[in-house]
């Protein structure tokens, strides 16, 4: 089992930038594929961005292409998502999810993963 704790989250400016991390504990990290996800008020929970165990391979929504990477490094067991020229409806709570896989597949689902974080809140005021 791994535990996931999101960080990073606030209020910015539009066109601004902000960089979420996500730490994770417990089994070995290197063995996950992980993802960031939203959810804004009265919305379904959607997937940002995701990216395999070795980082080969990311997925990125068509409304954050060009301007979030993810990005992380297994020695600190460590996720994270760089957001530039955010923009009002970015609005969310970001959640990092898990899913234990050392394959090549980028998990794109929300049914895909396994383990959650608790989220945090990204403000983007116009």
């Known amino acids: 089992q791994v535990q996931l704790v999101e960080s990073g989250g606030g209020l910015v400016q539009a066109g601004g930038s902000l960089r979420l991390s996500c730490a994770a504990s417990?089994?070995?990290?290197?063995?996950?594929?992980m993802s960031w996800f939203r959810q804004a008020p009265g919305k379904e929970r959607e997937l940002v961005a995701a990216?395999?165990?070795?980082?080969?391979?990311?997925y990125y929504a068509d409304s954050v292409k060009g301007r979030f990477t993810i990005f992380r490094d297994n020695a600190r067991s460590t996720v994270s998502l760089q957001m530039n020229s955010l923009k009002p409806e970015d609005t969310a709570v970001y959640y990092c999810?898990?899913?234990?896989?050392?394959?090549?597949?980028?998990?794109?689902?929300?049914?895909?993963?396994?383990?959650w974080g608790q989220g945090t809140q990204v403000t983007v005021s116009s």
């Open positions: 417990g089994r070995t990290f290197s063995s996950y594929a």
């Open positions: 999810a898990a899913r234990l896989s050392r394959t090549g597949y980028v998990y794109t689902r929300r049914s895909d993963y396994d383990y």
């Open positions: 990216i395999t165990w070795n980082g080969y391979s990311t």
